[in-house]
């Protein structure tokens, strides 16, 4: 045998053997060796990348070797199904945008490829992900090029044309979306955290999809899920944005629960939407709470708190819409009673265009939200039409939050 390599079997299944590549030596080398269904082990040091793994196969790193594309293409191409990658620390892929370089790159066909508990540092795209099935990426370090500006990164993680991937507990910065999803169906993105991007989420044209307990702040945008269907959208946080912290484009039958959007310019960015369920929200100071408009009816919302806003609405419409029809939201400028102390007002909440516009041009008018002066001044705009706007009705507000803990998150917001 080669001094490349030592061989060494292990306890595996009959057939698969288990490879070691010591610092000095070649990756490459050791893939074109072992045969499917092999382990390649990398031990701690400096190897050369710019290689395919066009075998099932399981490429490990013992002590967290580091595998460096040198500026130039892809650090590692997957060119076959059932492939493992596991604690690298993959570094400096090239950079040219139209031919997508990338630390890892899954090309059409490598279905059910793992890579978990790796590094990527410097890199334009993280992982480039395209027509491959099952895929399972989970536990990594993503950094992009940071001194480039936006437009010239790439996407941490990029899916395109793929089934049932799961993407989860990622942390992800200084890329140009953190993960950006197009044509990708029947997926988990649960517990990522992410950063210092342009969106943290940037999803399009995909369904039946899960975005679960995932964290997006300090970016241009948090989370930005555009023409979809069949989402379950749930126990995110979008905090301290740029713009939006959820965004809702063109969506339908899907359901946004349990998620907090605090201290963003908009907390919930909501355009053409319909047959969505919004339920147990919390939408925290932000300077818009809601802004909603292109149609956006037949929606059911309910059990969400909009508080510290300083202007909770921004409706863009030309007739009314009913929310909470079978569960009142909160909403903290109320200016109704609970006379029979049922925990709902008994006058309902109108999302009041000219009060709301008062308070964020003049914030002292908060001041005055409790006042006889400024409750006289929602009921006259009301009544005369030539004062009221169309807006947001809800009918039974709740006269406590739902959330025991929406001050912390006001707090944070810094408002």
């Known amino acids: 045998m080669p001094a490349l390599l030592l061989l060494a079997f292990a306890a595996l299944p009959a057939g698969a053997a288990t490879l070691r590549v010591h610092p000095g030596e070649r990756i490459d080398a050791a893939i074109a060796q072992a045969a499917p269904g092999d382990t ?14 066009d075998k099932p196969l399981s490429l490990v790193g013992v002590g967290r070797p580091t595998v460096g594309g040198g500026g130039q293409g892809d ?27 990338a630390g890892i790159y899954i090309q059409p066909g490598s279905d059910r490829a793992v890579v978990s508990h790796c590094d990527f540092a410097h890199v334009l795209f993280g992982l480039w992900i395209e027509k491959s099935n099952q895929v399972t990426v989970a536990d990594n370090l993503i950094t992009g090029m940071r001194e480039k500006i936006s437009s010239q990164r790439g996407n941490a993680i990029q899916l395109y044309n ?24 029947h997926a988990r993105f649960v517990g990522n955290r992410i950063h ?5 989420t940037h999803y399009m044209n995909s369904y039946h999809n ?7 702040f300090h970016n241009i945008g948090g989370m930005a899920l555009m023409e979809v269907r069949d989402l379950d959208v749930r126990d995110n946080v979008a905090w301290g944005n740029e713009s939006h912290g959820i965004m ?4 339908q039958d899907s359901t946004i629960a349990g998620n907090i959007s605090a201290g963003n310019r908009e907390g919930l960015f909501v355009y053409d939407a319909e047959y969505v369920t919004l339920r147990g929200n919390l939408v925290v100071g932000n300077a818009v709470g809601v802004h909603l408009w292109a149609g956006s009816y037949n929606n059911e919302v309910d059990g969400n708190d909009f508080i510290g806003n300083t202007e909770q609405v921004n409706y863009v419409a030309t007739r009314d819409v009913q929310w909470g029809k079978r569960e009142g939201n909160y909403w903290s400028n109320y200016l109704g009673w609970d006379a029979d102390a049922n925990g709902y007002g008994d006058v309902p909440f109108e999302a009041n ?24 001044l929602s009921l006259v705009s009301r009544q005369f039409p030539v004062l009221r706007v169309a807006t947001i009705i809800d009918a039974h507000p709740a006269m406590r939050p739902h959330h025991a803990d929406w001050s912390q998150w006001l707090e944070r917001s810094g408002r």
């Open 40 to 53: 390649v082990e990398i031990e701690r040091g400096q190897y050369a990348g710019g290689f395919r793994i």
């Open 75 to 101: 650090v590692i191409r997957v060119a076959s199904p059932d492939v493992r990658i596991e604690g690298l620390i993959v570094r400096d892929s090239g950079d040219d945008l139209g031919a997508q370089n």
């Open 162 to 185: 793929t089934q049932g991937a799961s993407i989860e507990r990622n942390r992800i910065s200084f890329a140009r979306d953190g993960i950006y999803v197009d044509v990708s169906h």
């Open 196 to 200: 210092d991007v342009r969106y943290g």
């Open 210 to 216: 899960l975005w679960q307990g995932n964290e997006s």
């Open 248 to 251: 809702l484009r063109t969506i």
């Open 353 to 376: 265009e000219l009060t709301d516009r008062l308070v964020s041009r003049y914030p002292f008018v908060k001041l005055l939200q409790s006042s006889p002066a400024l409750q006289a």
